[in-house]
């Protein structure tokens, strides 16, 4: 077997005892960027010095295996574009808490992956250095904005990686790659290095193989960052000791399966299949309606947190790239590409307060917003965890979105209110399409600061369905 | 046509925290070597880099408040303010919008009570220096001061006059100096005052409509000028039956003139949203009560307090301390002054004057007492010892002698030193005098 097929996990127990050397896990990983690179145009960068960084790592606890990491994580030694030509060739002054925090503790950054530009988007079609493909099947878009990070894991090009999820862009390519992405709960873990996109919504997480290698990596780079005021101060837990814990009696509880859009599709019927699954576990499994106000046990039509996100995110948005004047470093205004214009000019729309009379379009957003915070609180009361489908669809074809400035959104709906509430959530394959070797992938959204019990449900599902 | 002046004014003020508002890097702009050498990603607005509030600026803010009669907003938060400009590395500045730490708060001045809307905290920005380089004319940025802690103060529009103005910038400087959390160097940009200028007729109650904003004043005197070269300049618009225009206008000092710099006809939209990298700020009653029993005495009442207990006057002894710390220790002076049965206004006046040696706010207070004693009780000298020493200073000093004859009758000081310094002991300037003036 090659040996860059391995899991986390895997390679570490295998480089632990000595059954494999990190050269020829590199020998492996390097042959199937080689081979596969060029064609799914996976990495904007390629660390020629990882295996000699490897070897140092060996005694580390994750030692020296090589983890992908996406483009808007600073990085010292390597470029950091944000698959932007502005920041083309831009070396950063310093590095990311979250690749810091992976080194320090013996990972090794294999590539810089891409990305829709400034996580623009959710199918890296916005990249200024070309679209990626799905691993899985060419054709198609590996979703995003993490879509290279996805990928490379999809593609045996890493044995783990990082991404970043504004809303969706971690959990929506896992689910078009057939990976397992962890959104961490807002503020879990630190922003301070990460070319910022929607500040108040913004989080790093780990995209993997199993739910086990997201555990493991979680544990690594999450935390208090003193240079992050919004990070958490709350321990964190070794999720990897709540792993093979039951979860009979639990409370699980479906949402979004009766929306319009899916209450026919083919898709919905792997919900259902999900929904077997636990009930054969033991979990009490109930199908919450969607509503189109606040209800006890009801969820939030999702619907309106495409126009809060909408708002918030293209807000910040605006502010969060002004700095990018080409003044003191980078390039000028005018290689912004059309997706970022089009981000900045909404964004500053619902920031003016030339509308007089009416509220702050982005004061309502944010009290839209309160509502779903509300809504999850009180599931979450009842429920442990609640479920749904992380996209919509399948991987979709690259090119469809080019049409559609709102295609993100669409592809993102199911992601968006929990994103907004800041609440975390993990994608786990749950069907597997044999005709076109496409994935969907089951969304798992947990309380706050509760991502060992997404973990453990996750990993108890991901050993339970046949996909 | 008579017409009254509507003034409000903004004080900026930069705070001397260790280090800036929001990041590690040492606050101290003015006394660097080099440009760009107090930097780091946050103040310099690079990809990635987040802000982390400075405690301590925010501490003096409160203080500053609480010395401001001012209340205090429980929950506070950070707003992102956005314009362009070089200086302004992230294309917005972090500052306070609807949420100040302070508001209604107020200073009283002789010609009335000026309320004081709100005292918030922000940072300031780098500088722009416009230079040649190998003969090419360039702008270069200095972030050395990106990101130091800047407090602006702004009154409600309760003043009348220039010299209230000026009394209501004086005050509040020395309110600064007195709380120790900025040296408020007007020379140096620490202390900033903007003054909002405009007329309204005399017997009107309305707000003008239009509002002049006065800027790069850097004293108290010039603050005075200005705004009356401002109203004169006004008058002169009215009378012709038009308005001023809205506008920033400078002062040129030299000129007495102002001068104007930006139209500000349009208001700028700044998009205010809320700080999303820094959580709302909430002040709990232990965190105010631990500011509350840091303040000193109101320095104010301190004064009228001292005038009743030591018979300071105000207007001598304010001129000779600037920080609450400076005011405790001459609080002790002066009750070790009282209990020895002495004057402390006299004191006062001798250190005003420089006619006592003392080491201000060095020396313990309890020595005061002695050092007052010596230098100021005069000695038992006789006349006849008197005469005998004038007589003697009189022939070794031919030429001063002369000089005085020819009516030059300074030099009578120069005599009186010289008879002191032989006689090695102090007696009234007056006594010695009248010796000279009858020995010639």
Same mark, same amino acid.
Request: net charge neutral.
């Given at each position: 077997m090659k040996l860059n097929k391995l899991n986390l996990k895997q390679t570490l127990k295998l480089l632990e005892k000595k059954e494999i050397s990190l050269e020829e896990l590199y020998d492996d990983i390097f042959q199937a960027i080689e081979e596969k690179n060029k064609e799914l145009n996976i990495y904007l960068y390629v660390n020629k010095k990882a295996l000699e960084q490897a070897k140092k790592m060996i005694n580390f606890p994750l030692k020296g295996v090589p983890v992908a990491v996406k483009d808007n994580f600073l990085t010292i030694d390597m470029p950091t574009t944000a698959s932007s030509k502005v920041l083309e060739n831009y070396y950063p002054q310093y590095e990311s808490t979250v690749t810091k925090r992976l080194i320090s503790s013996g990972g090794v950054i294999i590539g810089k992956t891409n990305m829709d530009a400034w996580a623009h988007g959710s199918s890296t079609e916005t990249s200024d250095f070309g679209t990626t493909k799905n691993p899985r099947n060419s054709v198609y878009s590996p979703g995003g904005s993490s879509g290279g990070s996805a990928a490379a894991v999809a593609a045996n090009m890493a044995i783990a990686s990082l991404g970043t999820e504004t809303a969706g862009s971690i959990r929506q390519p896992a689910s078009w790659c057939g990976v397992v992405g962890l959104k961490p709960t807002y503020g879990r873990v630190s922003r301070y290095g990460v070319i910022a996109m929607g500040s108040s919504l913004d989080c790093p997480g780990p995209i993997t193989k199993t739910v086990e290698d997201a555990a493991i990596l979680l544990k690594y780079i999450a935390g208090k960052d003193e240079n992050d005021s919004t990070t958490s101060s709350l321990p964190v837990k070794d999720y990897l000791k709540f792993l093979n814990k039951s979860i009979k009696g639990f409370k699980i509880g479906i949402c979004y399966f009766d929306l319009p859009q899916l209450k026919d599709s083919q898709v919905n019927q792997s919900i259902k299949k999900a929904a077997e699954v636990f009930k054969s576990l033991g979990v009490q499994v109930d199908y919450l309606q969607t509503s189109e106000k606040l209800e006890q046990n009801k969820v939030i039509s999702p619907k309106y947190a495409i126009g809060v996100y909408t708002v918030v995110q293209r807000g910040e948005v605006s502010s969060n790239l002004a700095r990018y004047d080409g003044i003191r470093y980078g390039k000028g205004r005018e290689f912004f590409g059309a997706e970022a214009k089009r981000r900045v000019m909404l964004g500053i729309f619902g920031l003016s307060s030339f509308l007089k009379k009416e509220e702050l379009v982005y004061k309502r957003a944010q009290r839209v917003r309160t509502l779903y915070i509300k809504n999850f609180k009180q599931l979450f009361k009842k429920y442990d965890v609640l479920i749904s489908l992380t996209s919509p669809s399948y991987a979709l074809k690259i090119g469809s979105s080019a049409s559609s400035p709102m295609f993100g959104e669409l592809q993102d709906m199911l992601a968006e209110p929990s994103s907004l509430a800041g609440i975390c959530g993990i994608s786990v394959p749950c069907h597997h399409d044999k005709k076109t070797n496409l994935y969907l992938g089951l969304n798992i959204m947990g309380d706050y600061f509760q991502e060992e019990k997404i973990l453990q449900v996750a990993h108890v599902f991901e050993k339970s369905i046949v996909l | 046509m008579r017409y009254k002046p509507i003034i409000g004014m903004e004080v900026h003020v930069e705070l001397k925290t260790l280090s800036k508002m929001f990041c590690g890097c040492k606050n101290d702009p003015f006394e660097a070597k080099k440009p760009n050498i107090y930097t780091c990603p946050v103040c310099l607005g690079l990809p990635g880099a987040l802000p982390v509030a400075n405690k301590k600026a925010i501490d003096w803010t409160l203080k500053l408040g609480l010395a401001l009669n001012c209340q205090i907003n429980y929950l506070s938060k950070f707003d992102r303010k956005h314009y362009f400009y070089p200086d302004l590395p992230k294309g917005y500045q972090i500052s306070q919008y609807d949420l100040p730490f302070c508001y209604n708060g107020f200073i009283k001045t002789n010609d009335g009570v000026v309320r004081i809307c709100r005292v918030h905290l922000e940072e300031d920005t780098g500088k722009l220096i416009h230079t040649t380089v190998n003969g090419e004319k360039v702008s270069l940025v200095d972030f050395n001061r990106s990101g130091v802690p800047l407090i602006e103060i702004v009154t409600e529009p309760d003043i009348y006059s220039s010299s209230q103005a000026k009394e209501y910038a004086k005050k509040l400087y020395q309110i600064i100096r007195y709380l120790d959390i900025s040296e408020a160097d007007m020379e140096k940009g620490q202390m900033r005052l903007e003054a909002n200028v405009s007329l309204i007729k005399e017997d009107s109650c309305q707000l003008p409509e239009y509002k002049v904003e006065l800027k790069n004043i850097n004293s108290f005197r010039f603050l005075e000028k200005a705004i009356n070269s401002e109203i004169k300049r006004q008058i002169e618009i009215l009378e012709k039956g038009k308005t001023p225009a809205q506008e920033t206008r400078g002062y040129n000092a030299e000129k007495n003139q102002t001068f104007s710099q930006r139209s500000k006809e349009e208001a700028q939209d700044y998009r205010y949203f809320p700080e999303p990298d820094i959580p709302p700020i909430k002040i709990t009653n232990q965190w105010l009560k631990a500011i509350k029993k840091e303040l000193p005495e109101d320095i104010f009442s301190r004064l009228l307090r001292w005038q009743k207990d030591y018979q300071v006057r105000s207007e001598f002894v304010e001129n000779l301390f600037e920080t609450s710390l400076q005011a405790d220790w001459l609080e002790k002076v002066f009750q070790n002054m009282r209990k020895a049965g002495l004057d402390s206004g006299k004191l006062v006046n001798l250190i005003l004057h420089k006619k006592i040696k003392v080491n201000l706010f060095q020396?313990?207070?309890? &020595?005061l007492v002695d050092i007052f004693k010596k230098q100021t009780v005069i000695e038992d000298v006789s006349d006849d010892q008197l005469k005998g020493i004038v007589k003697q200073v009189l022939k070794e000093n031919p030429k001063a002698v002369e000089d005085y004859k020819k009516? &030059? =009758? =300074?030099?009578i000081n120069f005599l009186y030193g010289q008879v002191l310094r032989v006689l090695k002991k102090k007696v009234e300037f007056e006594r010695v005098k009248k010796i000279i003036e009858k020995t010639n």
């Open positions: - | 020396d313990q207070p309890e &020595k009516g &030059k =009758t =300074t030099v």
